[in-house]
T-cell receptor, first 114, second 115 residues
């Protein structure tokens, strides 16, 4: 069974388009995250949701809008895609427990904007 | 803000060599510390963790000790294998006022093991 799954795995699109990435976890966790990994492998948190409530919102352009329909799902919608949005996007989940619990990561979605 | 600094890569070793990947951190609180590993084409997996000073995390022959006095969490393995080739990330976890866990990652160290 896949613990944290993301779709699609690869996404190639043109500048200016709008796209979504979906994430689902079956671990019973109450907190989910989106991270961005750039071409140099640097990972940075973007958003975090706990029980459908946004609890972390880093400095991310407002073209990026996360949505959590329930605590098992966290989707990422990106408007007006730019070349600089090309990266690998990772979803993760954990229990909300003061930093003591590990985060489980999905396999990543490689977004390429041309 | 909190930050993590890892030794620059790439690191290339021969099989059965001793491995050290240095990691130091800056944090205002008392973070938990982690090593994550990313195999080619995959997501991150937790390798080991330590939640307080002097704790030693270990897994698959890898070890790291939480050193508060030197703010370090160096990763070591006595005898590496070709299958250990991957990118290794040191990370710390701190807690926001809402109780949210935030992972801050180092820049990653690419390790290649030659047979």
């Amino acid at each position: 069974d896949t613990a944290v799954s993301q779709t699609p795995k690869y996404l190639v699109t043109q500048m200016g388009n709008d796209k979504s990435i979906k994430c689902e976890q079956n671990l019973g966790h109450d907190t989910m995250y989106w991270y961005k990994q750039d071409s140099k492998k640097f990972l940075k948190i973007m958003f975090s949701y706990n029980n459908k409530e946004l609890i972390i919102n880093e400095t991310v352009p407002n073209r990026f809008s996360p949505k959590s329909p329930d605590k098992a799902h966290l989707n990422l919608h990106i408007n007006s895609l730019e070349l600089g949005d090309s990266a690998v996007y990772f979803c993760a989940s954990s229990h909300l427990a003061g930093g003591r619990y590990e985060q489980y990561f999905g396999p990543g979605t490689r977004l390429t904007v041309t | 803000g909190d930050s993590v600094t890892q030794m620059e890569g790439p690191v290339t070793l021969s099989e059965e060599a001793f491995l050290t990947i240095n990691c130091t951190y800056t944090a205002t609180g008392y973070p938990s510390l982690f090593w994550y590993v990313q195999y080619p084409g995959e997501g991150l997996q937790l390798l080991l963790k330590a939640t307080k000073a002097d704790d030693k995390g270990s897994n698959k022959g890898f070890e790291a000790t939480y050193r508060k006095e030197t703010t370090s969490f160096h990763l070591e393995k006595g005898s590496v294998q070709v299958s250990d080739s991957a990118v290794y990330f040191c990370a710390l976890s701190d807690v926001s006022v809402q109780g949210a866990q935030k992972l801050v990652f180092g820049q990653g160290t690419r390790l290649t093991i030659n047979p």
